[in-house]
């Protein structure tokens, strides 16, 4: 195994993942460093979200393992999880409660602080001041999803991994979640997502890896 201080912060080795006794792929290998982004493409159904599962530590793979700074994320599951935040296809909204309360509640659920003045701060740099006390089932779709990329941003997290970011957004909404990205790699953050959609990351390091059919090591490319 490489030593915990060569290796890279998130790396894949030798990666098989089945469901339903169909494999959706093996000998996935891959390394993402700081300031870089891996965008995950491939059909419904190619194993994008089963994938991400696996990064998360929520899905154990068929073979091979998940290492975060040299280690087997189930070793070292504490301090891989205060480093890592997920944001899945569902908003994980809790439709009772307005947005302020969902933060909290996530920030519980997860273990993290909650600064209540640092929560409103980034709602309302979200656009959605005029939502603070509504409760989250009167928002729009596109509303609880600024619900949910704040509490991303409030994970204070070095590694985000996006399942379908954009889907359901508007142009104003995809640009958001696009400069947060931007963002986030500028100071040295690291990135996995999913999406359908084109997302502006021009000048930045951006690795694709190809589910599917490619989904082999050859189906691995990078771009910068």
């Given at each position: 195994m490489t030593a915990p201080l060569l290796a890279p912060p998130l790396s894949v080795h030798d990666l098989a993942c089945e469901r339903s006794e169909r494999l959706l792929f093996k000998g996935l290998n891959f390394n993402l460093s700081q300031a870089q982004l891996l965008l995950v493409q491939g059909g419904n159904g190619q194993g994008k979200t089963s994938?991400?599962?696996?990064?998360?530590?929520l899905g154990r793979p068929d073979e091979g393992e998940v290492r975060?700074?040299?280690?087997?994320?189930?070793?070292?599951?504490?301090?891989?999880?205060?480093?890592?935040?997920?944001?899945?296809?569902?908003?994980?909204?809790?439709?009772?409660?307005?947005?302020?309360?969902?933060?909290?509640?996530?920030?519980?659920?997860?273990?993290?602080?909650?600064?209540?003045?640092?929560?409103?701060?980034?709602?309302?740099?979200?656009?959605?001041?005029?939502?603070?006390?509504?409760?989250?089932r009167a928002l729009s779709f596109g509303q609880r999803r600024r619900v949910a990329l704040t509490a991303l941003l409030l994970a204070g997290a070095s590694l985000w991994i996006l399942d379908e970011p954009l889907t359901g957004l508007d142009v104003h909404a995809v640009a958001l979640v696009e400069g947060l990205i931007r963002e986030h790699l500028n100071a040295g953050g690291m990135v996995v997502t999913t999406t359908h959609q084109m997302m502006n990351l021009d000048g930045f390091n951006v690795q694709r890896l190809l589910l599917g059919q490619a989904a082999t090591p050859h189906g691995f490319a990078a771009e910068s």
């Open positions: 994938l991400l599962r696996l990064l998360t530590g975060w700074r040299g280690q087997p994320i189930a070793q070292c599951r504490n301090s891989y999880y205060r480093e890592m935040a997920y944001l899945a296809h569902a908003n994980g909204i809790k439709d009772e409660l307005n947005p302020v309360e969902n933060l909290r509640f996530h920030g519980a659920l997860h273990n993290r602080p909650f600064a209540h003045g640092q929560a409103v701060e980034t709602l309302q740099r979200l656009g959605l001041s005029r939502c603070l006390d509504m409760p989250c």
